[in-house]
């Protein structure tokens, strides 16, 4: 039996409006735009993309800088809407986007698990009850009860990483947060993403290491300059990506 459609993404195309003039006041802008005499030239970061992602399926995006994997993932996560086509998605989502984006630099550790669960959509009760798991993850013992703007980059992404990945989600949104934290937890992240695969989440996920995508991912959506070139098995297009 066929198993379920997770995600479908259907002619997604997505333009950005690029103004190249500056401005010197707000003012100026206003009577400028009321004139129409901004010229805004469009780009269009993707176009007519379309693939789906079954259950338990993990999806790797790949593609040089600037040919749509993000902008594909946060028309997925909902961040952005598509100029064109659409986007459907089916259960839960835990979108690793930009870890810790939501922590408060001046509240203590402690604090941001409480706030970052309630953004996440988690009530007070169960952030209590994977407390200690993300106290332990994160190996942030020492430090739980110091404000947040006191940590290194690598341990905002500890804190952030360990907090989004409490529960399964349905689906699991990773963009490049794997790059982030020193070489040892990463090889723990990737762990957790490979115990939630074999739980039956979904994963889409972003990295430039081609041998992480090849780790992790059974299938591939290869982005050039916003256009699908290839969607399949993961081996192959990742060894023709890797020859071109
Ligand atoms: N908000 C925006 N406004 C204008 N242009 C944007 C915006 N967001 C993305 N772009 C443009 O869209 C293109 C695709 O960007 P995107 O971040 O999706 O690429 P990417 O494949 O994730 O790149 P990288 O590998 O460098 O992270 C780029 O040329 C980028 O400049």
């Known amino acids: 039996m066929e198993k379920k459609i997770m995600i479908k ?11 190249s003039e500056k401005f010197d006041s707000f003012k100026e802008y206003v009577i400028k735009t009321l004139k129409k005499q901004v010229s805004v030239e469009e780009f269009w970061a993707l176009q007519d993309v379309s693939f789906e992602l079954r259950e338990g399926e993990a999806l790797g995006l790949i593609g040089l800088n600037g040919s749509g994997k993000s902008t594909m993932l946060k028309t997925i996560a909902g961040v952005l809407k598509p100029t064109k086509g659409s986007v459907s998605v089916n259960g839960s989502v835990a979108p690793l986007i930009e870890l810790g984006a939501g922590f408060d630099m001046d509240l203590t550790a402690a604090e941001n698990v409480y706030l970052n669960g309630a953004l996440l959509g988690y009530p007070r009760k169960e952030m209590e009850k994977h407390y200690n798991d993300i106290v332990e993850f994160s190996e942030l013992h020492d430090f739980m009860n110091v404000p947040v703007k006191n940590f290194s980059s690598g341990m905002v992404s500890r804190l952030a990483f360990a907090i989004s990945t409490i529960g399964t989600p349905d689906i699991l949104i990773v963009d490049e947060v794997l790059s ?3 070489f040892r937890f990463q090889e723990k992240c990737e762990q957790r993403i490979q115990a939630m695969i074999d739980k039956g989440t979904t994963i889409l996920f972003v990295s430039h290491s081609i041998q992480q995508v090849r780790r992790i991912c059974n299938k591939i959506v290869w982005l050039d300059h916003g256009h699908m070139k290839r969607w399949g098995d993961a081996d192959e297009i990742c060894d023709e990506y890797e020859r071109s």
Do not use: A, E, K
């Open 9 to 19: 993404v259907d002619n997604v195309s997505m333009r950005f409006n690029l103004s």
């Open 180 to 182: 982030v934290g020193d």
